[in-house]
C-alpha cells in the first residue's frame, strides 16, 4: 500500500505543478533498445573493478564474400581476475542495445565464474552501441545486420579467444543471452556445436511471427494472473475511455492528459496507444511481480481515469521540469530515415532493431487480438505501411512474410536442433510466448520460473530473491556445471 500511495502522491505532485517551458522527450529515449536485464550494482572491490577491461576484436564487414576484405571494430568487455587458463568461459552475446560493465560483476553468470574460476566475456552485437561495421546505416549498409552475420562474428571471436588469451585454447565456451541475444545463444549451439559447450538462453524467442499479437495478450495475462480481473477490467475501462475521448474529438484534453509536446492528431492516435501499452508492457518484462500488483492498485485507485491510465507514460519524463514528449508520427518516420550514426533513431538502435523487424522476424505487438484491454488502433497494418515509409516499397508485406517462413525453415523455429541448452522464462513475461517452455529433449531443458518476469535468472544470487528464483538458479548452476563435469571428464 506504501507503493501505491507514493506513486498517487506523484501523479497528484505532477498533476498541480506548474510546467516550465517544453522540452521535448522523443520515443527514441522511452522506447530504447534497452539492456532487458540491469540489476541494482553492489559495491565492487577496486582489485576486481581494475580487471574490467573493454577490448576490441577485428571482425569482417561481410563474413560470406570472400572478396570483400572489408573490416570493422567490434566492442567486448574481459573480466578474468577468476579466471584459471584452461578453464572455462562464460560468453554473453549482446543483443540489440550497448554493452554496459555491470553485468562484468553484477550477474549470475560472475558468482559462477567465482567458482569455476572461469574468464567472463560480454560481445558487443554490430550495429549497436559504439561496434560500428559501416560509415552509417542506410539501407544498402544495413544488409550486413542479420543474424547469420552476427552468428558468424561470434565464431570468429570464439578463436580470436582462443589464439590471444593465455589459456584459452583448451577452454570450453558457455554462451550466454538475453532475449534476442538468447536465440541467438540457441541459433549458435545449433550453427557451430563445436565451438561450444552449451547455452544458456533466457527469454528467447525462437519463432519469427510477422503479426505478433499474442504479445499483448500475454502482458494483459501477467496484470490478471498478479491484479486479478479487476486489474484487467480496469485496464480496458481505462483504455476504452481513451479512445472515446478520441471518437469526441476531445484532442485538447489528451494533449494536456499525455503531456504531449504537439496537439495531437488523428495519425498520431495509434502512435499514442501504442507508446502507452509499450510502457505497460515494461512492467512484466523489465520489473518483478511485485510493480504490477503496484500499477494495477494504481489504476485502481484512480477510478481507471485517463490520468491514471496515463501515469505510467508521463512517470518516464520531467513534467515538472517542463518535459513533455514527442508523438508526432511524421516527425517519428521522418526521424527513423536518418542514416548517420549520431542521429537519434540510430543513437539508441531504434532504426537498427526496425530493419531487423521489418525484413525477418516481425514480432510487432500489435492490437490484432480481442483478448486484451489496449484498444484495437495499431493492427498489423500500421507497422507494415510504416516499415515501407522507413525503408521504401521494396519492404512489403509480401516480403516480409517470405522472409519469416525462410527464417523459421533455417532455425527451426521452437524445435531446433541443439544439445546443451537451458531455455529460461519468467511466468508474466510476455516473450515466452514464443520460447521453448518444455523440455525439448533430455539435454534441451527447459525452466518456467513462477511470478517472474523476463531475464530475473540472468541477475545475481541475492537473499532479496523469491523461492522460485533462488531455485531456478540454483538448477541453472546444476546444469552448467554438468556441462562443465561431462567436458572435462573427455580430455
Known amino acids: 500500500m506504501v507503493k501505491v500511495l507514493i506513486i498517487a502522491a506523484a501523479v497528484l505532485t505532477i498533476a498541480f505543478a506548474a510546467p516550465t517551458e517544453r522540452r521535448k522527450l522523443s520515443i527514441y529515449d522511452l522506447l530504447k533498445r534497452r539492456d532487458p536485464f540491469p540489476e541494482p550494482k553492489y559495491p565492487v572491490p577496486p582489485s576486481i573493478q581494475a580487471n574490467i577491461r573493454l577490448l576490441n576484436v577485428t571482425q569482417r564487414v561481410d563474413n560470406f564474400n570472400a572478396q570483400n576484405l572489408d573490416t570493422w571494430e567490434q566492442r567486448y568487455y574481459s573480466n578474468n581476475y577468476y579466471y584459471v587458463p584452461g578453464r572455462p568461459i562464460f560468453l554473453f552475446l549482446g543483443g540489440e542495445w550497448e554493452i554496459t560493465d555491470y553485468r562484468m560483476t553484477n550477474s549470475l553468470m560472475y558468482n559462477m565464474a567465482a567458482e569455476l574460476n572461469a574468464n567472463v566475456l560480454y560481445l558487443e552485437h554490430r550495429y549497436y552501441g559504439q561496434s560500428r561495421p559501416t560509415p552509417n546505416v542506410t539501407d544498402e549498409n544495413l544488409r550486413f545486420l542479420t543474424p547469420e552475420q552476427a552468428l558468424a562474428d561470434a565464431a570468429h571471436f570464439i578463436q580470436h579467444i582462443r589464439t590471444t588469451e593465455n589459456g584459452a ?21 545449433q550453427r557451430y556445436p563445436h565451438l561450444s559447450i552449451g547455452a544458456w538462453a533466457s527469454s528467447a524467442p525462437l519463432t519469427s511471427v510477422v503479426d505478433f499479437d499474442q504479445f499483448k495478450v500475454a502482458t494483459a495475462l501477467a496484470f490478471r494472473t498478479v491484479g486479478g480481473d479487476s486489474c484487467y477490467d480496469n485496464l480496458e475501462l481505462g483504455f476504452g475511455r481513451i479512445q472515446q475521448a478520441v471518437d469526441d474529438g476531445r484532442w485538447e484534453y489528451l494533449t494536456d492528459a499525455f503531456y504531449l509536446c504537439d496537439p495531437l492528431e488523428p495519425e498520431d492516435v495509434p502512435v499514442l496507444f501504442t507508446v502507452l501499452a509499450e510502457m505497460y508492457a515494461i512492467l512484466p518484462q523489465f520489473e518483478f511481480e511485485e510493480y504490477i500488483a503496484a500499477a494495477c492498485a494504481n489504476i485502481e485507485y484512480f477510478e481507471a481515469s485517463i490520468e491514471g491510465i496515463a501515469y505510467i507514460l508521463n512517470s518516464f519524463i520531467d513534467i515538472v521540469g517542463g518535459q513533455c514528449i514527442d508523438l508526432d508520427y511524421d516527425a517519428i518516420i521522418e526521424a527513423d530515415r536518418q542514416t548517420e550514426w549520431d542521429a537519434p533513431a540510430v543513437a539508441v538502435g531504434y532504426r537498427q532493431w526496425t530493419y531487423t523487424l521489418c525484413t525477418q522476424v516481425g514480432w510487432f505487438h500489435t492490437s490484432g487480438s480481442p483478448d486484451q484491454p489496449f484498444g484495437n488502433t495499431f493492427p498489423i497494418d500500421f507497422y507494415l505501411n510504416a516499415c515501407e515509409a522507413v525503408f521504401g516499397d521494396n ?28 531455455f529460461v522464462h519468467g511466468q508474466h513475461d510476455p516473450w515466452n510466448v514464443l520460447g521453448r517452455r518444455t523440455n525439448l529433449t533430455d539435454n534441451a531443458v527447459a525452466i518456467v520460473i513462477p511470478g517472474a518476469t523476463m531475464g530475473n535468472d540472468l541477475g ?8 522460485p528464483l533462488r531455485e531456478a538458479k540454483n538448477q541453472i548452476v546444476d546444469i552448467i556445471n554438468e556441462w562443465v563435469d561431462e567436458w572435462f571428464s573427455t580430455i
Do not use: C, K, M
Open 169 to 189: 585454447a583448451n577452454s570450453p565456451f558457455i554462451l550466454v543471452g538475453g532475449h534476442y541475444s538468447a536465440s541467438l545463444a540457441v541459433w549458435f549451439r
Open 395 to 422: 519492404f512489403s508485406a509480401l516480403r516480409l512474410n517470405a522472409n519469416s517462413d525462410r527464417f523459421n525453415i533455417i532455425y527451426g523455429g521452437l524445435q531446433p536442433e541443439v544439445t546443451n541448452v537451458v
Open 460 to 467: 545475481p544470487r541475492s537473499p532479496d530473491n523469491p523461492e
